[in-house]
Every structure is written in structure tokens, then in C-alpha cells.
């Protein structure tokens, strides 16, 4: 299996609302990560855990949260968004580097496509 | 600061011909780099990698892409295009702490197919 499987595949909220995006996979991998990607831009990482810490915020607003309860699931709860927050989110997989001495790559999820009316 | 700079936005060739999409990247050491597609509203698929080794490198789908570090370069060639090769392609570097999955993305190169 070498999936991530993301969902909602579609979400559609208020500025008032609160969802949650959610994002499993069961390869092993114990690295996850959120990107965000606005229309016609490339990705742009949020957030990294690692052995289900967080190691990396890319400074992102904190009306996004993320969470990862156990190493086959990364959340990602939102609340307050605004409508620029609106794009597709993406979540990644990979083995942590060096595992092995071995070079990694990341496996992707089909996305979350999110808009914020 | 590393980087990845595509310069061709938007590429059109016909079916059959052949393809090279344009990447150049910024990393003081041995960069990891990629090329990921994207069809329209979906994730990205890894169409091959480079880490070490040799400089040109196989991936699926029949591309394949040789890696110059004199040029700074790792430009993706494929000999026939199908239609449906048609998406969004995206150089990526393995940012610094690399972990598979930290990447630096270029701004794509969106590639239209002509029957």
C-alpha cells in the first residue's frame, strides 16, 4: 500500500466554522506533512512531524492546527479562515531521512481542494 | 537560500514530438532534486528523483532527466509525447534538514499537448 489517503476530497465553509482535514497513510512512514497550493502556484509547505512531534511551522497563522494523534493519521483543524485561505491542501508521507542510510522521497495525497465563503 | 526557478510557464508541443522542460536550482551542496506532475485538481506524482550517482536519471512514464551540476540544472526529456501528458510539472529540491518530504518547488511548467 502506498497511499495517503486525504479527506474531505471537497469542503466548502464559513468564516465562522470549524473543520478538520484529515490525512492517513499506511506505509510505515513516520514524517508527515501539509502543503498548501493556491491556484496555478506550487506547493508550500505548513507544517512537518516528526515521530509525531511537530519539528516545523512555516510560520502559518494559528487558525490552522495541526495534529497528529498517532503515526498513521495527521489532522489538520481549521477555524476563523478566511476566504484567501482557499486552495488545495495537500498532505505527504515519507520515511524519515537517514533511516537505513538511505535517501527518501515523500508520497502525496490527491489533496483537500477547501473554499472559505 | 535555495531555490528552483522553471523558465518556461507554459509549453506546447505535438503529439509525437519531443519534450524538455527546463529546470535550474540554487543549494550549495549535492541537491536532491525531483520532477513531480500534476493533473488538473490533484496530488502530485513523483516522476523520478536524483540523489546521488548517475547523472541521468530514469523514471517512470518514460521521462527521464540528467542532472548537470556545471549548468546548475536538471532538465526532464521525454522522446514521444502522448496526450496524455498534459498537466502541470514541478521541479522540486530537497530543502536544507532534507526529509523526504521537505521540498522547495519551482513555479511549474504547465504543458498543453496538440493532437
Known amino acids: 500500500d502506498t497511499e495517503v489517503t486525504q479527506t474531505p476530497k471537497h469542503l466548502v465553509m464559513g468564516m465562522t466554522n470549524k473543520k478538520s482535514l484529515k490525512c492517513e497513510q499506511h506505509m510505515g512512514h513516520r514524517a508527515m506533512y501539509w502543503y498548501k497550493q493556491k491556484a496555478k502556484k506550487p506547493p508550500e509547505l505548513m507544517f512537518v512531524y516528526s515521530y509525531e512531534k511537530l519539528s516545523i511551522n512555516e510560520s502559518v497563522p494559528s487558525r490552522f492546527s495541526p495534529e497528529c494523534p498517532n503515526s498513521s493519521l495527521l489532522n489538520l483543524h481549521l477555524h476563523a479562515l478566511q476566504p484567501e485561505d482557499s486552495a488545495l491542501y495537500l498532505c505527504a508521507s515519507s520515511p524519515i531521512r537517514g533511516t537505513g542510510g538511505r535517501n527518501t522521497e515523500a508520497f502525496f495525497g490527491q489533496g483537500t481542494r477547501l473554499t472559505v465563503v | 537560500a535555495q531555490s528552483v526557478t522553471q523558465p518556461d510557464i507554459h509549453i506546447t508541443v505535438s503529439e509525437g514530438a519531443s519534450l524538455e522542460l527546463r529546470c535550474n536550482y540554487s543549494?550549495?551542496?549535492?541537491?536532491?532534486l525531483f520532477w513531480y506532475v500534476q493533473s488538473p485538481g490533484q496530488g502530485l506524482q513523483l516522476l523520478l528523483k536524483y540523489f546521488s550517482g548517475d547523472t541521468l536519471v530514469q523514471g517512470i512514464k518514460g521521462f527521464e532527466a540528467e542532472f548537470k551540476r556545471s549548468q546548475s540544472s536538471f532538465n526532464l526529456r521525454k522522446p514521444s509525447v502522448h496526450w496524455s501528458d498534459a498537466a502541470e510539472y514541478f521541479c522540486?529540491?530537497?530543502?536544507?534538514?532534507?526529509?523526504?518530504?521537505?521540498?522547495?518547488f519551482g513555479q511549474g511548467t504547465e504543458l498543453s499537448v496538440k493532437p
Open positions: 543549494y550549495g551542496a549535492t541537491p536532491y
Open positions: 522540486a529540491v530537497g530543502a536544507a534538514q532534507y526529509q523526504g518530504g521537505k521540498l522547495i
